[in-house]
């Protein structure tokens, strides 16, 4: 079980950022590890008495760490989302599992399915002349298929 460092976080983000079409792996548990990072630092500030040194550093790093890690799935949201377009628009599957935290792979198949509906239940309704079933759409999301 590999623990993350503040630095890897960083530099994940620049990773991410010098590949503007391009997920990197990601460890299935990566945000669980995160979260449990921010426990320690959290738990860090706790113990430091207010006016310290060290509060007010581990405060300003808690901060960033927050800071880049907002960028960091935003950055990896719009990825997401691109790839996604990317195969409802043809009918592919590009995206592995492998690149994918467990969260993001729950993203993934809800907007995946979610624009899939939306083609065939709307876009594809409108542009043959036919009515468009809003409900047929809705249960398409709604349903686990």
Do not use: C, H, W
Not at 6 to 34: A, C, G, H, N
Not at 104 to 133: F, Q, R
Request: aromatic share 10%; hydrophobic share 35%; proline share 1%.
């Amino acid at each position: 079980m590999m623990n993350y460092k503040f630095s890897d976080i960083v530099d994940f983000l620049q990773r991410e950022k010098e590949r503007p079409k391009m997920l990197q792996k990601m460890q299935k548990d990566f945000y669980i590890k995160i979260a449990n990072m921010l426990k320690i630092y959290k738990a860090q500030i706790d113990a430091y008495k207010t006016d310290s040194e060290e509060y007010k550093e581990t405060l300003n790093a808690l901060n960033k760490l927050k800071d880049d890690l907002n960028k960091l799935m935003n950055i990896r949201i719009r990825k997401i989302i691109d790839i996604v377009l990317l195969e409802v628009d043809n009918g592919l599957t590009i995206l592995s599992d492998d690149y994918l935290s467990d969260e993001e792979k729950a993203l993934y198949n809800i907007i995946k399915k979610t624009l899939k509906s939306y083609k065939e239940n709307v876009i594809n309704k409108l542009v043959n002349g036919e009515e468009i079933d809003k409900y047929k759409y809705y249960a398409d999301i709604i349903e686990n298929k």
